[in-house]
């Protein structure tokens, strides 16, 4: 897989901010009354479970911010299948820094690869089909950036990353406005050119209308997968077809079957289980 990293800019204050966190006004007085100072210890971070990695930028970036003499090697990249045992990363070093780190390291590669392998999960269910699962703006507050690169890490794609990337018009939007014909009305008169403008419908009522304004993308809301299938008919390529709601890996391959271009899962980011990852003293 072909996953661009990403910038040390967006993942440094997230690792900074949670050792922060759980380092204190004291640091950890656990390692240094029990470790000798000069004591080294050289270790894998393996996996428990089988999986899809993701968030090793982040984990490595822990141990490196506590001691840049903390040698990382990154033997999983982002994107990776893993099985119980596989080695992750390694470490070698000051024993005190790397088991300060420990728990920061662990948590985010374990929540993130949680969302890595969900979405993986989800994108082997809409095989053979044509649809692509995209994760929504139900992250965790902080994570944003790396939970939705998690998400590429697990094969699927990234909606929109805030309010400011493109116009989503959803039900409160179109209640407030006064029908769907009006709010398009109104968005594409704001905004510029090139910004995309999505309208969530929930009959092919409002799909007809949306259709008749000629938006770029339709999000069809928690519709049959025969509503989902006339749907995609009338749409006939003029629009991005993009489902959302109830989506598991049980019904993702009705609803990918239907044809329709995007399958979104909110649950993906948000509620993950995480992947179980742990440190393996290697003596």
Known sequence: MDLLSLPVLLVEPVVRAALAEDLGRAGDITSAAVIP???????????????????????????????????????????????PGDAVIRIDGPARPILA???????LLCRLSGVATATATLVAAARPHKAR???????TPGLRALEKHAVRAG?????????????????NHIAVAG????????????????VKIEVEVDTLGQL??????????????????DQLREAVRRVDGRAVTEASGRVTAETVPAIAAT?????????????????????????
């Open 133 to 139: 699962i995209a994760c929504t703006r139900k992250t």
């Open 259 to 283: 044809g329709v271009d995007l399958i979104s899962a909110g649950w993906i980011t948000h509620s993950a289980p995480i992947l179980d990852v742990g440190l393996d003293w290697e003596g």
């Open 101 to 107: 780190a420990e728990r920061v390291a662990l948590n």
């Open 37 to 83: 100072a000069e004591a080294r210890m050289r270790g894998i971070l393996a996996a428990r479970q089988p999986g899809t990695v993701a968030g090793t930028d982040a984990a490595a970036l822990a141990f490196r911010l506590l001691d840049p003499a903390i040698a990382v090697a990154i033997l999983r990249p982002d994107g990776s299948r893993v099985a």
């Open 155 to 171: 094969g699927g794609v990234n909606h929109r990353f805030g309010l400011d990337d493109a116009v989503l018009i959803k039900d």
């Open 179 to 194: 029908g769907v014909r009006p709010a398009i009305a109104r968005a594409r008169a704001a905004v510029g050119h090139l």
């Open 208 to 225: 007809d209308e949306a259709l008749a304004e000629g938006v770029d993308a339709v999000l069809l809301d928690n519709m049959t997968p």
